[in-house]
Every structure is written in structure tokens, then in C-alpha cells.
């Protein structure tokens, strides 16, 4: 008896569709289509970039699945501080063909990067993680320099990027709006320098202190 192999990426929709918790806002086929287009929309920026790659605060998987997916050379971790999130990227990792090379971490990005993390990655994504200021604290420590960080984002202030990345140790190299969308951008910084000691700061302050405020 012959045995069809299904795709890799409709097993994973698959998997987000039949998850117990609701993992995306709706599972409807053509909702998860614009999900897979989104993250894979990412895949021209990428082209002369190593990895491994990080996807912090995966959550359902996105960008990170896609990707990994697409790029078969490269390695990865999917982030994510809840275990049941956790549980179900497990399941993907594993039902995809991705165990040989992508683990799943629950932990917090400011978690990771005060160990093994830190410094590791050539990528790291991230969709709708945080205002991209504070996204750039959590994910620009857990690349190594010359890396590259691209945030998933809606409107961006380019002035607090600006002022952001410095701070940790990254330069912003590009702002490029989603084609279709009045305010989504994906933002591209690179990491030129090491990021100082004390970054990320501890767990949730990013997020309440933010290092730059929006000056609206």
C-alpha cells in the first residue's frame, strides 16, 4: 500500500486549525493562506542571510514555520513564554520534519538571552511581538553581530527605531510596507555591534519602560 506524503506547510495549518486553544484570530482556509503569505512575504530579505534563526514569541507558529520551512538550510528555535503554545509547536516541529533541526524553547526572550540565547542567532523575527522599540530590547541581544532582526509591525516611527537600535547595538537598514496594507511594515535592523551588558533588562520592563516612547 502506497503511502502519500502530505505537504509540510498543510500539515501545519492543519495543526493550527484543529488546536484546542485558539491560536489565530480565524482558521478559515483563506485566513490561514494570508498568515503563510505574510510570513513568507519576508523570504527576499532574507536571501543573503545564515542562520540560525530565532522566532520570538512565535506563537502559532508564524513567521517562524513558514520560514523554516522554505529555507531548508536553515536552523531554528521557535520562542514562546506559554507552555501550551509550546505544546503545539512541539507537535508541529515533530509532524513536519523539522525535529532534526528546530527546537521549541519556553521561555522569555529576556529568558533566553541571559543564557544560551544570547549572541547565537543570524536571524531573528518576530510578528506582532511588541511596539517594534521593544521588540528590537528582546530580540536584538540573541543575535550575534552582523546579524539581522525583521519585525513584523504596523505603523512605525522611524526616529524611535532609529534611537532604539543605537541603543542596543543595531542600526535600521530598511522600513518596507506590505504591499495591499495603509500601515504594516516589515522593519529590517542589523546588529553592528555588540549589544551592551544589561540588555534586554529584566522581565517585563521593556515592555512597561520602554527604552524610547512614541513622541505622538
Do not use: W
Amino acid at each position: 500500500m502506497f503511502h502519500v506524503k502530505q505537504d509540510p506547510l498543510a500539515v501545519f495549518l492543519n495543526l493550527v486549525a484543529a488546536a484546542p486553544q485558539r491560536l489565530v484570530a480565524s482558521t478559515e482556509p483563506e485566513a490561514l493562506a494570508a498568515h503563510v503569505e505574510d510570513a513568507l512575504g519576508t523570504l527576499p530579505l532574507l536571501v543573503d542571510e545564515t542562520g540560525p534563526l530565532v522566532d520570538v514569541g512565535t506563537g502559532a507558529g508564524f513567521p517562524g514555520v513558514p520560514l523554516l520551512l522554505a529555507r531548508p538550510d536553515l536552523a531554528g528555535t521557535l520562542l514562546d513564554s506559554r507552555a501550551k503554545r509550546c505544546q503545539h509547536l512541539q507537535q508541529v516541529v515533530d509532524a513536519t520534519g523539522l525535529a532534526e533541526r528546530v527546537r521549541v524553547r519556553n521561555l522569555r526572550a529576556e529568558e533566553h538571552a541571559a543564557a544560551e540565547g544570547r549572541d547565537h542567532y543570524g536571524i531573528a523575527v518576530a510578528r506582532a511581538l511588541a511596539p517594534p522599540p521593544v521588540a528590537i530590547e528582546l530580540c536584538l541581544p540573541l543575535l550575534r553581530t552582523g546579524g539581522v532582526c525583521i519585525l513584523h509591525a504596523g505603523a512605525v516611527e522611524r526616529s524611535a527605531v532609529e534611537q532604539a537600535a543605537a541603543a542596543l547595538g543595531g542600526t535600521l537598514e530598511l522600513i518596507d510596507p506590505v504591499p495591499g496594507f495603509e500601515a504594516r511594515n516589515r522593519v529590517v535592523v542589523r546588529k553592528t555591534s555588540p549589544t551592551p551588558a544589561g540588555f534586554p533588562r529584566r522581565i517585563g520592563l521593556a515592555a512597561k519602560e520602554p527604552l524610547v516612547r512614541s513622541q505622538d
